[in-house]
C-alpha cells in the first residue's frame, strides 16, 4: 500500500493524535531523500519494531554550510515513493523548508561538546542545522524509537546527547553502514562521482581496515600509523580532512597509547575531487553501537 504523504504540520500533528493509544509503537526514519539501500536497511528495522513506521524526506537548508552542496543535493521524491511502498511505510512526512523555517525563524540547538571536533572542525554550524531539525521532527512526530546510520556515526552521537541532555522520551537506535560489494558506504553524495573517481573511492573503507589491524598490531604507534595511512590516500588523489580516532562515548583524542579495550571511533572524511565522503569504524565495546566487522 502506498504511504500517506502529508507536508503541513498541521496534518502531522492531527495524525499523530490519531496515533496516540498506549500500545502504538512510532518508529521514525528522518532523511533527505534520494534513498537507497541504506535508507532502506533503516526503514526496514524500524518496520521490524513498531507498529507505525514514519519517514521524513526534507533537504534542511541549516545544516548546509553557504560553499556547500544544498542547491544540486540530489532530490528524487517519485523514486523515494516507491522504496517507502516497498518497505512498507505508513507516513512519509515532506515539508517545504518554509512550513519548518517561516520567515522569522530564529530558534536553534546547540550540542556543545560532542559536536565539536571531526566534522564539527570543517562544517560550522552543520550539527546545530542538524540539532534543530532532528527536535523539531522529534517534536512533530513524537516517535517512540528514531534510527540512524552509523555511517553519520558523530551525528548518531550528538543526537543521542541531545536526546538525554533534553529528556526526550525515544529510544536512538544505531543501524550499521551499509556498504557496496567493493566497500565504499552509501551515501546519497555518490552520484557526484566520476567513473574515474567511483574506482578510487573504495579505499577509504580499506585504509580503514588496514588502520583498525595495524592497531591491534601496535596500538601505541597510532599517531604514525594514521598518518602513513593519510599520507597513502593523498597519493591516491584524496584529500583528507581529518583522519583520526577518538575516545567513545566522550570524543576525547586518543592519547600516547590506544586502549584496545576500550571504546573508540576511527573516523575519517576526505574530498575526491568535488564530492566530499566520511566513513568510520567503531569498537566493538561500545554498547550504543552495533559492531562492524568485529570492531577495532
Ligand atoms: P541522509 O539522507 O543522508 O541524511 O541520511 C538519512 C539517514 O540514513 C541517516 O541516519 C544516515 O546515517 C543514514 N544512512 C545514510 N547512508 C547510510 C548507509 N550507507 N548505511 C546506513 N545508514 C545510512
Not at 537548508?61 to 543535493?73: A, I, L, R, V
Not at 517534536?139 to 543526537?159: E, I, R, S, T
Not at 557496496?180 to 573511492?201: F, H, M, Q, T
Amino acid at each position: 500500500m502506498k504511504p500517506k504523504v502529508i507536508t503541513s504540520i498541521q496534518e502531522i500533528q492531527k495524525w499523530r493524535t490519531s496515533k496516540e493509544s498506549k500500545s502504538t509503537q512510532v518508529g521514525f526514519v528522518p532523511t533527505m531523500g534520494a534513498l537507497h539501500e541504506g535508507h532502506a536497511t533503516l526503514l526496514r528495522e524500524a518496520r521490524k519494531q513498531c507498529q507505525e513506521v514514519v519517514l521524513s524526506i526534507f533537504v534542511n537548508p541549516t545544516q548546509f554550510g553557504p560553499h556547500e552542496d544544498f542547491s544540486k543535493y540530489p532530490r528524487t521524491f517519485e523514486r523515494d515513493l516507491e522504496i517507502a511502498t516497498q518497505e512498507g511505510v505508513d507516513v512519509v512526512f515532506a515539508p517545504t523548508a518554509s512550513e519548518l523555517y517561516p520567515q522569522g525563524y530564529t530558534t536553534y540547538v546547540d550540542e556543545n561538546q560532542l559536536s565539536q571536533p571531526l566534522c564539527g572542525r570543517f562544517r560550522p554550524g552543520h550539527f546545530r542545522g542538524v540539532t534543530t531539525i532532528v527536535l523539531k521532527l522529534f517534536h512533530l512526530v513524537q516517535p517512540n524509537f528514531a534510527y540512524f546510520g552509523l555511517k553519520d556515526a558523530q551525528q548518531f552521537f550528538v543526537l543521542s546527547k541531545m536526546v538525554r541532555d533534553l529528556n526526550l522520551d525515544l529510544e536512538m537506535v544505531g543501524v550499521p553502514t551499509v556498504r557496496e560489494a567493493d566497500g565504499l558506504a552509501l551515501s546519497s553524495r555518490n552520484v557526484y562521482l566520476s567513473p574515474e573517481e567511483r574506482k578510487i573511492a573504495p579505499a577509504l573503507y580499506r585504509h580503514l581496515i588496514q588502520v583498525q589491524n595495524q592497531l591491534r598490531e601496535a596500538p601505541e604507534t597510532h599517531r604514525q600509523i594514521l598518518q602513513n595511512a593519510s599520507q597513502s590516500l593523498t597519493t591516491l588523489g584524496f584529500q583528507i580532512q581529518y583522519f583520526e580516532c577518538l575516545t567513545l562515548p566522550e570524543f576525547n583524542p586518543v592519547q600516547s597509547t590506544l586502549h584496545l579495550k576500550s571504546s573508540f571511533l576511527l573516523a575519517i572524511a576526505a574530498y575526491l575531487g568535488k564530492t566530499r565522503l566520511i566513513d568510520n569504524l567503531i569498537s566493538n565495546s561500545h554498547p550504543k553501537a552495533s559492531v562492524e566487522l568485529g570492531g577495532c
